[in-house]
C-alpha cells in the first residue's frame, strides 16, 4: 500500500532551519515526482517545492526560493525538504505528495500528485 509519513516539524525562530523528511513505503519514490505543499491557517494549499523522477529536475516557489532546498535519500526512500532562513510566515502545516504518473520534469500544480501525506505542523516564531 502506497504510503508517504512526513516528520520533523516543530516551533523555530525566525532565521532559523527545519529539515522536513517524508517517507514513502509501498513504493519507490526515486521513480516518481515527489512535492511539497503547505497550509496556513484560513488560507489555501500552496505549492511549496518538488523534485523530479531521478532528482534531474527541480522546482520551488518564488517565496521560497534562495532558502528551501529539496532532495533524496534513494537508500532510506525518503525526500526531505531542508528549510533555512525561516520566516513566520512559513508557518504552516507541511505536505509531501507523489506524482504517480512517471514525467520527467517536476510539476507545482497541486491536482497532479494523486497521493498525500498526513502532514507536519511547522511554527515559526520568536
Known amino acids: 500500500q502506497l504510503q508517504l509519513v512526513e516528520s520533523g516539524g516543530g516551533l523555530v525562530q525566525p532565521g532559523g532551519s527545519l529539515r522536513l523528511s517524508c517517507a514513502a513505503s509501498?513504493?519507490?519514490?526515486?521513480?516518481?515526482?515527489i512535492g511539497w505543499f503547505r497550509q496556513a491557517p484560513g488560507k489555501e494549499r500552496e505549492a511549496v517545492s518538488c523534485?523530479?523522477?531521478?532528482?534531474?529536475?527541480?522546482n520551488h516557489a518564488d517565496s521560497v526560493k534562495g532558502r528551501f532546498n529539496i532532495s533524496r535519500d534513494r537508500a532510506k526512500n525518503t525526500v526531505y525538504l531542508h528549510m533555512s532562513n525561516l520566516k513566520p510566515e512559513d508557518t504552516a502545516t507541511y505536505y509531501c505528495a507523489v506524482r504517480t504518473v512517471p514525467y520527467p520534469t517536476c510539476t507545482l500544480i497541486e491536482g497532479r500528485y494523486n497521493y498525500w501525506g498526513q502532514g507536519t505542523q511547522v511554527t515559526v516564531s520568536s
Open positions: 509501498g513504493f519507490t519514490s526515486d521513480h516518481y515526482t
Open positions: 523534485i523530479s523522477k531521478g532528482g534531474v529536475d527541480e
